[in-house]
């Protein structure tokens, strides 16, 4: 992973103006525009149903009726140079049941071009050395969920998208995976991370809240308690939509 990759001068890694999505007639996402900083962990947080997972479909590349400006890394979302450099984990299991931990890993480091020495590595990264002969079938919730990021980390990405990657786990596991997602940012990796859990933003260096598919907040956690008046990030929301009710 290139020392550079978290230098101000690269520009950020994803870069947004006025993306609207648009689905059976409705605007899911209503002319939101942020940028994510290289090399911070971003949470984009809200309720369920807010337009998170719609958003991170458009900065991946896959998301249908997308207008506006996006940008990953400098290229247009979707662009074929992005495919290694991005990792995309999905709420919905991307692996196999039916193969072993290596197995998968050893599968995806040869569709995604990684080469089988990425395997070790990935495994002690998202620590499962010890279940890589396991069927993933047989691995408990946290340790599946943590084959799928291993995977999405095979090729070594410059910035990492999340889909709700710690729901249903309990807090032992959601502060496993905090702890990754801080030593990869420290290693210049970007980490944009979706979440409907707003304790969670206290793990963020950055907060994009989302409502109904608008933006309501793009700032820091303490800056965005100092500006309500608020304790936590919760309180905060709800103040902002009472605000917005109004």
């Not at 993306?19 to 900083?37: K, N």
């Not at 506006?68 to 979302?77: D, F, I, S, T, Y």
């Not at 599968?107 to 998202?126: H, I, K």
């Not at 936590?232 to 605000?243: P, R, T």
């Amino acid at each position: 992973m290139g020392l550079d990759q978290g230098r101000p001068d690269q520009g950020p890694a994803v870069s947004v103006a006025d993306l609207r999505v648009q689905r059976g007639g409705v605007e899911v996402l209503r002319s939101l525009s942020f940028d994510v900083p290289r090399g911070q962990v971003v949470g984009l947080l809200g309720p369920s149903g807010s337009g998170k997972s719609t958003l991170i479909r458009s900065i991946v590349g896959v998301q249908m009726h997308v207008t506006g400006r996006c940008e990953v890394l400098g290229l247009p979302a979707g662009s074929r140079e992005l495919r290694r450099r991005v990792g995309y984990v999905t709420q919905e299991p991307a692996v196999y049941d039916d193969l072993t931990v290596r197995e998968n890993l050893r599968y995806f480091a040869v569709t995604t071009g990684a080469g089988r020495r990425a395997v070790g590595r990935v495994l002690d990264q998202v620590d499962l050395r010890g279940q890589a002969a396991r069927l993933v079938r047989s691995l408990s919730g946290g340790q599946h969920n943590r084959v799928s990021l291993a995977v999405a980390l095979l090729a070594d990405p410059e910035l990492l998208v999340l889909d709700e990657p710690t729901v249903g786990l309990d807090p032992v596991l959601r502060r496993s995976l905090w702890r990754l997602f801080h030593d990869l940012a420290a290693a210049g990796v970007t980490l944009l991370v979706s979440s409907h859990v707003m304790d969670e933003a206290s793990e963020c260096d950055r907060l994009l809240l989302l409502r109904e598919g608008e933006l309501l907040a793009d700032e820091t956690g303490p800056s965005l308690l100092a500006r309500t008046g608020t304790t936590d990030v919760g309180a905060a929301f709800l103040q902002i939509i009472d605000g917005a009710s109004r």
